[in-house]
């Protein structure tokens, strides 16, 4: 696909729609530059347009089709997977502005939002009204729009799901200017295609969404964090499809090793409780009363020890709970600091995350590179890093033995990306095992959507220079 330059007459069509100090054309694009993930790349957009209202985004998308002029949405920036980043140049549209949350609904347990609002945000309107928007991917800064955009995880899926399953409709502005309404304020509805659900995850290569309507839930009346060290995580790992046959449902069941909660303690000064353990589970329970989160600790408790767990652990009050928490949550600025090379987001069947962090680090230890591995053990979604210095040759190497570990990952029966998305990160590894029917049909819907190709181009399957 070629595109077209941006003009200054095309810049001041732009400053038409949503005022000139909303159009940045100067050192303030780096900003929109990039997002957080891994590796060097950044790409300067040639304009960032940042519209307040829906109206603002259909002209704007209307102008950019009709000029062939590349669009990629934005919302924080908090991405991990290069899907914000304007790899072809052209237009950064950010949905900054778009910050309100319209409504909050208690008789229909929703909320109606706009984009850029953020979860912190959201999780406080929520909870003002008495309510609980549960998923809880960790990075608070992140707006909902991104969220949705990658269908992003985090460590409340095991019994909450992931952001789909929270959504139960969008606006959307199609790259041709149209707007679309999707779902509504029902849990019901049987009228034909998912739109909505077809939407969330699509990275911004379909439409841009303007407005999300949020399923709420109540809040849970008491939460707990047990954190069980094990001899092996082999050991850890197959208690967890016993924890769930116990007839208990935790919110999440997390995964870590020795590594990187020696790691943590470096970066962040906090002593973590049996540190010299070599595996452990983090379970978080939540329920109604003390007595009920107590039962389903106790339960807890007695599976593991079956697995031979000698402890667990109980934060004693609020203050060690939340260290323990964040001490998680730092996870990835930790391996950051310690020269992360690449973050690895696969899924495979939780039965078999042991078997594949076994195997993942025989390779890696075979090619001599260190691999850091931690995850959402209740979900089957494994983070891995491998961490080092960066050279070419490291480079090339760790891109070899990723090519391994989505094989063997895939063998298994798992999927490239859990949470992250495919970005341009995971592109390439993705279309190195992904069924080609498969991808040809998402190119067919691609293309239903954005006959020109205008939008987030070079995202998912669509390698740069090709149309997609
Ligand atoms: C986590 C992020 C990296 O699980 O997904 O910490
Ligand atoms: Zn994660």
């Keep these: 696909m070629s595109y ?44 960032v347009v940042r519209p307040e209202n829906t109206e603002a985004v259909s002209r704007i998308m209307k102008l950019a089709n009709e000029h062939g002029i590349p669009v990629t949405p934005r919302g924080a920036g908090t991405g991990l997977s290069g899907g914000a980043i304007p790899i072809a140049g052209g237009i950064v549209l950010s949905l900054e502005r778009m910050n309100k949350i319209i409504e909050v609904d208690r008789d229909n347990f929703c909320a109606t939002v706009e984009p ?29 729009g991104g969220n949705v955009a990658t269908n992003a995880g985090g460590m409340r899926a095991v019994r909450y799901g992931v952001t789909r399953s929270f959504i139960l409709g ?95 303690e470096k970066f962040t000064g906090v002593s973590i409780p049996m540190h010299d353990r070599n595996a452990f589970l983090m379970v978080m329970v939540e329920a109604e009363t003390d007595e009920q989160v107590q039962a389903t600790a106790e339960k807890i408790g007695d599976v593991c020890f079956g697995h031979g767990a000698d402890d667990v652990f109980l934060p004693p009050n609020a203050q060690a709970k939340k260290e323990l928490l964040e001490a998680r949550e730092k996870f990835y600025p930790t391996i950051s600091h310690f020269g992360m090379l690449e973050l690895v ?70 999927a490239v990306s859990g949470e ?8 390439d590894y993705f279309l190195g095992v992904a069924d080609p029917a498969r991808v ?29």
Excluded: C, W
Aim: aromatic content about 6%.
């Design 4 to 47: 077209m330059k941006v003009t200054s007459g095309f810049v001041q069509a732009l400053a038409a729609i949503v005022g000139e100090k909303n159009v940045l054309t100067g050192d303030e694009r780096k900003a929109y530059s990039r997002d957080e993930s891994t590796g060097p790349v950044a790409v300067m957009p040639d304009v």
């Design 116 to 144: 850029g609002v953020t979860l912190i945000q959201l999780y406080k309107a929520a909870g003002e009204q008495g309510l609980y928007y549960p998923t809880y991917p960790g990075e608070t800064s992140a707006t909902i």
């Design 170 to 264: 969008l606006q959307a502005v199609l790259p041709t200017g149209e707007v679309i309404e999707t779902g509504g304020k029902f849990v019901k509805n049987t009228s034909g295609y998912d739109l909505t659900q077809l939407i969330i995850g699509s990275e911004g290569t379909l439409a841009i969404v303007t407005r999300v309507l949020i399923k709420l839930t109540l809040i849970p009346g008491k939460s707990e964090i047990l954190f069980i060290p094990f001899p092996t995580l082999k050991d850890a790992i197959e208690a967890v499809p016993d924890i769930l046959k116990a007839g208990v449902l935790p919110v999440g069941i997390e995964f870590m090793e020795k590594d990187i909660i020696q790691m943590v």
């Design 345 to 414: 987001d696969i899924v495979v069947p939780r039965s078999k995350i042991a078997e594949f962090v076994a195997q993942s680090k025989q390779i890696a230890t075979d090619m001599g590179i260190n691999l850091v591995a931690y995850g959402h053990a209740g979900d089957g979604n494994v983070h891995m890093h491998p961490i080092g210095e960066r050279t070419p040759e490291v480079e090339a190497k760790v891109h070899k033995l990723l090519v391994e570990l989505y094989k063997v990952g895939m063998a298994m029966g798992g």
């Design 420 to 427: 992250h998305g495919l970005g341009i990160a995971k592109r």
């Design 440 to 468: 040809e049909l998402m190119k067919r819907i691609k293309t239903a959507f954005d006959p020109r190709g205008i939008l987030n181009p070079g995202k998912l399957f669509d390698r740069p220079g090709k149309a997609s």
